[in-house]
């Protein structure tokens, strides 16, 4: 989790700010994943920040959605294309990847649990996507 935070403060995901009037922010959760080596024995534990879009209300808090995800058939037809010609293939497991895109529109998130703020009506203002939104 401590990677987690530290890489998403790295790369300026949020920053602190009150809460504007008649704005509401979406809370965060944390979403757990154990990583597995190729025998099936533990490799690592992954810890994830999500951020509880499903609150949000389209047309009200966001206008269109996108995400970027590389279809099951491309994968295939490269992996296909490799095999053909004979192409070496390696596998890279990024930690903490950002693909993260700017965002348009004002996002508030809740503190993170566990996180106290001294100051109530502060939150984190999003300039990034987390996953769940």
């Not at 944390?30 to 992954?46: A, L, M, Q, T």
């Not at 490269?78 to 053909?84: F, H, N, T, V």
């Not at 566990?114 to 009506?121: E, H, I, P, V, W």
Request: proline share 2%; charged share 20%.
């Amino acid at each position: 989790m401590r990677l987690e935070i530290q890489a998403l403060e790295e790369n300026k995901t949020w920053s602190l700010t009150e809460l504007p009037v008649r704005k509401s922010a979406v809370g965060c959760k944390w979403v757990y994943k154990v990583k597995h080596h190729g025998d099936g024995s533990i490799e690592r534990f992954k810890a994830r920040l999500a951020a509880k879009g499903y609150t949000q209300m389209e047309g009200l808090d966001y206008l269109e959605t996108f995400s970027p995800v590389v279809k099951m058939v491309t994968i295939r037809t490269i992996l296909a294309l490799a095999s053909y010609l004979n192409w070496h293939l390696h596998q890279l497991d990024v930690n903490n990847a950002f693909l993260h895109g700017e965002l348009d529109g004002e996002v508030h998130m809740s503190f993170l649990p566990d996180f106290q703020s001294t100051n109530l009506s502060q939150v984190l203002k999003l300039h990034k996507s987390l996953y769940g939104l």
